[in-house]
């Protein structure tokens, strides 16, 4: 079975990828990329982990593709020739200045795309790096977009916006458990959450119900994959505006509760401590114009600060 997510697979993986399978060998392939047998390994598996299937077969002498590899392999061959095609090739328009954002997947279709024209606009270009790590600005990112309690340290954070959690479920779902069902009969389903069952948690406890999660429950690392389960009838999963507003709006998920809770954690844009580039300035204006935030809050976001040490 292959990932159900719309996002794009890790992409440092293909490259290492497409390398063993040609070789047949992992440190053949760590040997020609410069790099080590464990990094090559390493990414072979988060590439596995992502399609949910094994693309090798490890053997005492090397490795070998399976069925499922040798697909794969046919498919990543085509879109790296795209790649490194010299008349398709992709290259940031040089006459626009440049900024990094680091962003998670779910945020980065669930919010951020529908918005990007607005945000870059004429004169600036956006390089999207989509990942679930901690941002690393010493790397050539400006600003980021993550979850979080905040504060953090060495960072400034301003959070995006407030959401306001409640029991989605699809049509044919919210059919079966009927108008206004009680928690008990919510979780009479499957239950769906993300990397952090507290929302449901925190939801559930009103009615004196401690909710742990069951064998019948499912969690996802993404919340863009909590919405598509949740829309194809796989359970029941929680609101969070603005992220699921779209599905909402498309009538794909209805609310099945009345009964909202404030989210434990929040989204917020992240900058490092120091000065932002005027690009970067930019930008960081207008992903907060975006959510609502006034004049005075993004001035103090994009003001410098000192850095501590």
Not at 70 to 97: C, H, M, N, V, Y
Not at 136 to 144: K, N, P, Q, R, Y
Not at 216 to 231: G, K, P, S, T, W
Request: net charge neutral; hydrophobic share 40%; proline share 6%.
């Amino acid at each position: 079975m292959v990932h159900s997510s719309q996002t794009l697979p890790p992409l440092d993986t293909l490259e290492t990828f497409a390398r063993a399978a040609r070789l047949g060998s992992f440190s053949a392939a760590a040997e020609e990329g410069g790099v080590t047998h464990g990094a090559v390994s390493r990414q072979i598996s988060r590439l596995e982990r992502w399609l949910g299937v094994r693309l090798f077969a490890r053997q005492a002498r090397g490795v070998s593709l399976t069925p499922e590899g040798i697909r794969f392999f046919g498919r990543t061959q085509e879109a790296l020739s795209l790649l490194t095609d010299s008349e398709d090739r992709w290259l940031p328009r040089r006459t626009k200045a440049t900024v990094r954002l680091s962003v998670t997947p779910s945020v980065a279709s669930l919010w951020l795309f529908a918005r990007l024209p607005q945000i870059e606009r004429d004169d600036i270009q956006v390089d999207l790096l989509l990942e679930h790590r901690l941002a690393d600005f010493g790397e050539g990112t400006e600003l980021a977009i993550r979850c979080g309690r905040g504060p953090w340290a060495g960072v400034k954070a301003m959070p995006l916006w407030r959401e306001k959690s409640y029991p989605l479920a699809s049509l044919t779902m919210a059919e079966r458990l009927g108008e206004n069902p009680s928690a008990e009969k919510i979780l009479s389903m499957s239950i769906i959450h993300d990397s952090n069952a507290e929302g449901w948690r925190r939801w559930l406890a009103p009615d004196g119900i401690e909710y742990k999660p069951r064998g019948q429950d499912r969690r996802f690392e993404d919340y863009n994959l909590v919405i598509d389960a949740c829309m194809q009838g796989v359970g029941v999963a929680l609101a969070r505006p603005p992220l699921s507003d779209a599905a909402i709006a498309s009538g794909a998920l209805v609310p099945v509760s009345q009964r909202s809770v404030d989210y434990h954690v929040s989204y917020h844009l992240v900058r490092q401590d120091g000065m932002l580039s005027g690009p970067a300035m930019e930008i960081a204006r207008r992903v907060l114009q975006a959510v609502g935030h006034d004049a005075v809050g993004i001035a103090s976001f994009t003001a410098p600060t000192k850095v501590k040490g």
